[in-house]
């Protein structure tokens, strides 16, 4: 491994144990991560919100729910949901059998928002995706539907918690 050098000319010395230039898969999922982020601000969102929006258009959810999902606080996700609620594309529910709960949905205006954003990301990973082999192409589509379901194995379908999001609030 070649030391950098600065743009003043300045060489810098690698890091003991310094690993090679190539970047490991957390470093490839940030930049991916900054690019989703990009996207989504393109059309007025988070990547929480649309997280939020995307779990609400499977289901409605209460906020400890949402909470986990998203692996957020309690408080954090009635700030996040009082964005969505103020631009109409979230809305809070009673329970019918439980006063004392209040179920989250996603409005109408919240699902064309999601349309938008999934059609956003579509277009960019197209577009990315564009920039690999035909063969790559393919693998690429595997691996990311795999990534998929151990995301959907470790959310857990059947209700249990995020793992992820117990792990963070310890």
Request: proline fraction near 5%; glycine fraction near 8%.
């Amino acid at each position: 491994m070649q030391p950098a050098t600065t743009p003043e000319g300045e060489t810098c010395a690698p890091s003991p144990g310094a690993v090679s230039p190539s970047p490991g898969a957390g470093r490839v999922v940030a930049r991916l991560a900054r690019q989703v982020d990009q996207v989504l601000g393109g059309i007025g969102l988070t990547s929480r919100q649309y997280r939020l929006l995307a779990f609400l258009s499977e289901a409605d959810h209460a906020a400890s729910r949402l909470a986990d999902l998203l692996a957020v606080s309690n408080s954090s996700i009635t700030a996040l949901v009082d964005g969505l609620v103020s631009r109409g594309l979230v809305e809070r529910r009673d329970v019918p059998t439980d006063r004392r709960k209040v179920h989250h949905c996603i409005t109408t205006e919240g699902r064309k928002t999601l349309r938008t954003a999934d059609d956003a990301l579509d277009e960019f990973f197209g577009e990315l995706r564009s920039e690999l082999q035909p063969a790559d192409q393919a693998a690429a589509d595997a691996g990311l539907a795999r990534w998929g379901q151990a995301l959907d194995r470790r959310r857990g379908k059947d209700g249990s918690k995020d793992k992820q999001a117990e792990r963070s609030r310890r």
